[in-house]
């Protein structure tokens, strides 16, 4: 019982780790380096973009991920093995399963084949000393331990919780269909991107003797099945009702790393300062600016300085360090529709309101652009939906402390998204931190987020059908792709509330939402969804891998190395185009030399256990 609640505390190594969400996100059409990610760091070198800086076996996020995952898959062995002569129930020990298969998941579509064998026999507890590894091939992987664990686990699993947060059956289908799904993609490799280790045969054979359409329709029909019977979980009605911190936990909610501001023993982190690493939840860091420099004036005949947006522990703002930044595209394409679809307004920050009042200044008006007067809770600085004609970013009169620009008559700063840059960005609304204990003031907003990472949601069934079934998969009446894609788009439609207003919003536009879908649904159309539905959440990477576009332009007209972004300084309003290098081999983290060194093996077997091209 201890082993299995280790797994779930595990959860807080990856989900919610900055180092792992950036290794997720960084280098995709999603995500970029920031200001305060440059000099050859680690954010370059997983954004490809910088010649001859790319990741290394020491210069990679990915060790996040190697480090915090197979300590507890032998942990989750132990269960598995011993568990039932110690008296624990089937279902319990399906936990310990799914724990097990949902990190060799992970692995495996992040550096290819992976040991099975800690050193005591494949999918055995591992009690041995030795210091040698052998890496099993891709397929081994899926067929001898992902697969038939997460099968045990669909069958064993109760379709309600034991405790809140404990997976079920429907999180099982989820991610037996999923494996499916990227296993398909994996067997058929349209665009021959290698593995590793290399497997025998070619084109790819599985071992268990199916191609890759009999993958594509198990994943479609486990997906509908979880659809079709989903047990306590279901839709949200609303995308803001999805992401809005005061509703954390709900039902769509399927699998989370937890936290808790009640207590600092079982958050098992500070409540007032972060210092970066794990358990915390702390990935909202990253692509958040430096916003408390925005200053405004205190005087209304001269120009005062006083920082008008203090750090907050509110969902709009939190801890910045800038490491991170979105591409212009991400506004002008993927968001492109910032009117019907309500995903714009729940996943940024556009709007950077006056706090002074939290901040305890003595002050009950200040002023800002134009030298006009604002008040508490007043727009200092907005991020406009689109590119305007008159804005003036000279800064000569109007002292905007981080280069935003003054339209006539307006009493807020303004950048257009064609001025977004790697310093000022609209900031990650959908992950910023909640505290109930901020008394009217700031908070903590030093503190890691209190708040749970979602790791799988129920909508996603809904998008695993649609690429499994754009992929050939026979479908059920009234479930097709469009259909399917059409339910999250419905959903999308429909408003509750305005971030940008900063007040309620009721609104349907689902039948204009699903009058703008395609006739044919593409993959590439499906990636655009993902994007918006789960934008900056760590699903990127894997999302471009799977589907074999990473690093790839034109491809049925979707770019996804080619993007644009101005430069570091606050006055680089002009946008620079970017071009990423990513070669097939690169479609695979390198193994953390920590592990390399740590092996007792000939120099060349530890060449060999490296993945080519690191």
């Not at 807080?12 to 000099?39: K, L, P």
């Not at 060790?63 to 093995?81: H, R």
């Not at 011993?82 to 949902?102: D, K, M, N, Q």
């Amino acid at each position: 019982m201890g082993g299995i609640t280790a797994l779930y505390a595990s959860l807080r190594n990856i989900y919610g780790n900055a180092y792992y969400w950036n290794m997720c996100q960084c280098g995709t059409d999603e995500t970029t380096w920031g200001q305060s990610g440059g000099s050859g760091s680690n954010f370059q070198a997983q954004d490809y973009s910088v010649p001859g800086v790319h990741p290394t076996p020491t210069l990679s996020d990915a060790g996040q991920l190697w480090g915090n995952t197979f300590p507890y898959i032998n942990t989750a062995s132990g269960v598995i093995q011993y568990g039932t002569a110690a008296g624990v129930s089937p279902s319990l020990i399906a936990e310990a399963r799914f724990f097990r298969a949902l990190d060799y998941f992970l692995l495996v579509q992040t550096f290819g084949g992976v040991p099975l064998d800690l050193g005591s026999g494949r999918l055995k507890f591992n009690t041995s000393t030795s210091r040698g590894s052998v890496r099993d091939s891709v397929s081994i992987v899926y067929t001898k331990g992902i697969f038939p664990d997460l099968d045990s686990a669909v069958a064993e699993l109760p379709t309600t919780r034991r405790a809140i947060g404990a997976v079920t059956k429907q999180v099982a289908q989820l991610f037996l269909a999923k494996a499916y799904l990227t296993y398909g993609w994996w067997l058929e490799n349209p665009n021959n991107i290698p593995s590793y280790p290399v497997e025998a045969g070619s084109p790819r054979t599985d071992p268990d003797g199916h191609n890759p359409a009999w993958y594509y329709q198990k994943a479609y029909d486990i997906a509908l099945s979880a659809i079709q019977n989903p047990g306590i979980y279901g839709l949200q009605p609303t995308f803001y009702d999805v992401n809005v911190a005061t509703n954390d936990y709900n039902n769509e909610c399927m699998l989370y790393s937890d936290h808790t501001q009640q207590s600092t023993q079982y958050n098992v982190s500070s409540m007032t300062y972060g210092s970066g690493g794990t358990p915390d939840n702390w990935s909202g860091w990253f692509q958040t600016w430096s916003y408390p420099t925005i200053t405004s004036s205190s005087s209304g005949s001269s120009w005062t300085s006083v920082y008008s947006v203090q750090r907050e522990s509110a969902q709009w703002g939190g801890r910045p360090w800038v490491r991170n930044a979105p591409p212009i595209e991400v506004f002008t394409n993927t968001f492109s529709d910032k009117t019907d679809d309500s995903r714009y307004d729940g996943t940024f920050t556009t709007v950077y309101r006056c706090n002074m009042k939290e901040a305890g200044l003595p002050n009950t008006t200040l002023y800002n652009a134009n030298h006009m007067p604002i008040g508490e809770d007043s727009a200092v600085l907005t991020f406009l939906n689109n590119d305007t004609t008159g804005i003036d970013y000279s800064n000569s009169v109007y002292k905007s402390s981080v280069g935003a620009g003054v339209l006539p008559g307006r009493s807020d700063y303004v950048i257009a998204p064609s001025a977004f840059n790697r310093i000022v960005y609209p900031g990650l609304w959908k992950l910023g931190p909640y505290r109930t204990d901020n008394n009217g003031g700031l908070g903590n907003p030093n503190a890691g987020s209190t708040r749970p990472y979602t790791g799988a949601k129920f909508s996603e069934l809904y998008f695993i059908a649609a690429e499994a079934a754009v992929k050939g998969a026979a479908t059920q009446a009234g479930y097709d792709a469009r259909s399917l894609i059409n339910v999250i788009r419905a959903r999308a439609g429909k408003w509750k509330y305005s971030n940008a207003n900063n007040a309620p919003y009721v609104a349907d536009y689902s039948a204009q939402m699903v009058a703008a879908t395609p006739a044919t649904i593409t993959i590439g159309y499906i990636l655009a969804e993902r994007s918006r539905e789960y934008y900056g959440e760590g699903y990127r990477f894997y999302d471009l891998v799977r589907t074999q576009r990473f690093g790839m332009d034109n491809q049925e007209g979707y770019n996804y190395a080619t993007y644009s972004i101005g430069g570091v300084a606050y006055s680089n309003h002009t946008p620079v185009t970017n071009v990423r290098t990513i070669t097939p081999q690169l479609y695979l983290q390198p193994i953390p030399q920590g592990q390399i060194d740590a092996m007792q093996m000939s120099d060349a077997a530890k060449k060999a256990y490296q993945n080519p091209g690191y």
